[in-house]
């Protein structure tokens, strides 16, 4: 009766000379009988378990519990929802304005993608990215959202680029360089106005052939910016690796801008260094115009966020942020 199946998932430990290896792990266990009464349901439920653990950030321990099945169940039927949705139409994107903050113009749009299920109604991309990232498909996702933002771009006047997502998939794959040569070659989208974003967690689990990648598509005449910069795991190894076009630094230091002077500190820090290195910094998630004031008063290039311009369609996307340009401060 005291049998017990414990699933553990461990980070990744990266071994370097002369550094401590980050270690950490999560520990999901089911017990028999009370939640399965055979091996393999067992082992099963003690993976729901560890899986639970892990989409709640990690580091802890969990049991199985019933309610687990169901959710795992409709998390299955929502991916198998992704390849049809994606034939049938149901995924498109909405845009939002990015601005330089001296002069108030427009300088891109970040490509955001969005699912109406026909029965669920709108998907949240934080219910449904998880999932195509389990499951297999963020490659084909990222690879449609990166053909539909360059598409859609050449068949509109657009003031600076479309920043798209990279995932980490898509980084890792071989084919990719290919696939976005051809992308850019059928929908005539010019490289110098698409800029591709990709995270340090995507880089760190092959640096080597990351960077690789990432030279491949720099060579092409796409520009590169480093997105959530300071939340990775060597953020400043990971800018010395690498020239970037852009740093976008991370909306959780802008949220506490105005009432903490660590998270003031830190967007200093940051500031400072991108102008060290001669790299403009995007400051994304700007929610009310007291950290936009700080920001412009700090010297930050660019800036984004609910207070400048709201994700939408392309056509709202461009009126409304027009209207919304932050204005360049009066001499």
Wanted: glycine share 8%.
């Amino acid at each position: 009766r005291g049998w017990t199946a414990v699933q553990v998932a461990e980070e990744a430990v990266v071994d370097l000379p002369g550094r401590s290896p980050r270690i950490g792990g999560s520990i999901g266990f089911a017990i028999f009988p009370d939640d399965a009464e055979d091996r393999d349901t067992l082992i099963n439920n003690a993976d729901l378990a560890v899986h639970r653990v892990k989409v709640s950030g990690g580091g802890k321990t969990c049991r199985y519990e019933r309610a687990m099945d169901e959710a795992e169940r409709a998390r299955r039927a929502l991916a198998n929802d992704i390849p049809r949705a994606m034939e049938d139409g149901e995924f498109f994107l909405h845009y939002q304005p990015q601005y330089s903050v001296a002069s108030g113009e427009i300088t891109g749009y970040e490509a955001l993608i969005r699912w109406q299920h026909p029965k669920k109604g709108a998907v949240s991309p934080a219910d449904f990215i998880p999932i195509a990232e389990k499951y297999g498909l963020i490659g084909a996702l990222g690879d449609w959202v990166l053909e539909t933002a360059c598409s859609e771009a050449r068949d509109h006047v657009m003031d600076g680029r479309i920043a798209v997502n990279l995932s980490a998939v898509q980084l890792a794959d071989p084919r990719f360089v290919d696939r976005l040569k051809a992308i850019l070659v059928r929908t005539g989208m010019s490289p110098a106005k698409l800029e591709l974003e990709v995270t340090e967690t995507a880089i760190i689990a092959d640096k080597m052939r990351a960077l690789h990648v990432l030279r491949q598509i720099r060579a092409l005449g796409i520009t590169l910016a480093i997105d959530d910069f300071g939340t990775g795991y060597s953020s400043l190894d990971t800018l010395q690796s690498f020239p970037f076009d852009k740093i976008k630094l991370d909306r959780g230091f802008i949220s506490e801008l105005a009432s903490s002077d660590r998270a003031l500190a830190i967007v200093r820090a940051v500031l400072a260094l991108g102008r060290s290195f001669g790299i403009p910094v995007l400051a994304e998630g700007i929610e009310d115009a007291g950290q936009l004031e700080i920001l412009r008063h700090e010297g930050c290039q660019e800036v984004q966020g609910f207070f400048l311009g709201r994700p939408a369609r392309w056509e709202d996307a461009v009126r409304l942020g027009k209207v919304a340009a932050p204005r360049a401060r009066r001499a």
